[in-house]
């Protein structure tokens, strides 16, 4: 400081990035010589020398032990007891367990720190934010391994909450009761490394699949609607969960989520998703009693298709098509939209199989597209909420150019992200210092 504003009598400039970065860096400094005095553990009283180890015997005393620490207030070290079992060679440091460092060198205040921005932005970003923000200077590789161990904790714990959750009956959740829940699930590619898609098929025959979906899931509420009487989702009611698994587990997962979120005092439930086969069959497992509805907006798009496989080329024709069956669609009367795709005549293989396979989707989910029926109770009938939650919660994250993930690693992000946007990863780094 006293350099500093010497500098400033000679030259009358004050550079105050420069000083207040420099301040900075030097209370920092102060602050991490003072923690590392504070973690200076004294040696243990001479009565107090021995440990039970796991196994059962005596681990006896055997010094103290230091270890660099990168605090918040950037680099410093802890001193402390450390016991060893002679009989399975297993060593503890006590202080470590009660200071939450055991089998690292980060603080908990700046592992969360790596946690946060991991879950955000790609590892090497993080690290930069990290050195502008806070002062501390970490690399991009600690960034990922710190982030994807919290993700893992956490994954694990909500395992854990879904076992329960499925053994026992839940615990119904008191409060005010919810006019209408919405539960949405949607898949979306993710790109992995290769290991994780041996064996796999892509979407193209006989190219091996580049990428594993990730199925998200999100649950939100409805009480209003607009003058127009369409529908207004709740401010900030969103939550999401996902993961790359199989449909089964994914589905416990949801109905552990939409269960929190109010699903046994919701006085209407809707189901919404586009027409994948695994949606309905979660929906019929997990959310008996919801109105299911297929998102009108993919229907339309099978009548797109439709149209310009029937007239290639010929824009005037397709449109003309596309009129008169969307309008059906529009308003529910699938049952003849069933029909007039029923009666086209082709001497085209292919585009008989097409057509047949077409009004089959629309009569399978006849009951899930009678749009103004549900229009009339002021539901939603797109599925945009999951269709941007795939872009926000996934996209911008998993998705971004040169990224390939393992399994475990998405996983792991995934796990964290969504803690995150559901508002809730207080709560869970709380329940974590406690347990
Ligand atoms: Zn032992």
Known sequence: MRVIFAGRRKTGQLDLEAIEMAVRAALHRAGAAALTELLRFPAPAPEQR?????????????????????????????????????????????????????????????????????????????????????????????????????GQDLARREQEQIQRAVQLDLPIVVGEPVPILYVEMDGTGVPVVKKETLGRKGKQDGQP???????????????????????????????YVGAIETAEEFGKRLYVEAWKRGWSRARKKVVLGDGAEWIWNLAQQHFPGAVQIVDLFHARQHLWDLARRLYPNDKVQQKRWIRIQQNRLDKGKIEQLVLALGSIETTNAELAEKLRTEAEYFQTNTERMRYPKFREQHLFVGSGVIEAGCKTVIGSRLKRSGMFWTVRGANAILALRCCQLNGRFEDYWEARRAA
């Open 50 to 150: 021995r440990l039970v180890c796991a196994c059962g015997q005596a681990a006896p005393y055997r010094g103290l032990r230091s270890k660099p620490l990168l605090t918040a207030l950037g680099p410093a070290e802890v001193s402390r007891p450390y016991y060893l079992c002679p009989h399975c060679h297993t060593g503890q440091f006590p202080a470590d367990v009660e200071l939450d460092i055991q089998d690292t060198e980060f603080s908990p205040g700046v592992r969360r720190m790596q946690a946060m921005v991991g879950q955000e932005m790609p590892f090497e970003h993080g690290r930069q934010q990290l050195e502008l923000l806070a002062g501390l200077e970490v690399n991009a590789k600690s960034v990922e391994r710190t982030a994807e161990s919290v």
């Open 209 to 239: 699949a580049h990428t594993r979906e990730v199925k998200l899931g999100c649950v939100f509420t409805q009480t209003r609607w607009d003058k127009e009487g369409y529908a207004i989702r709740d401010p900030d009611s969103t939550t």
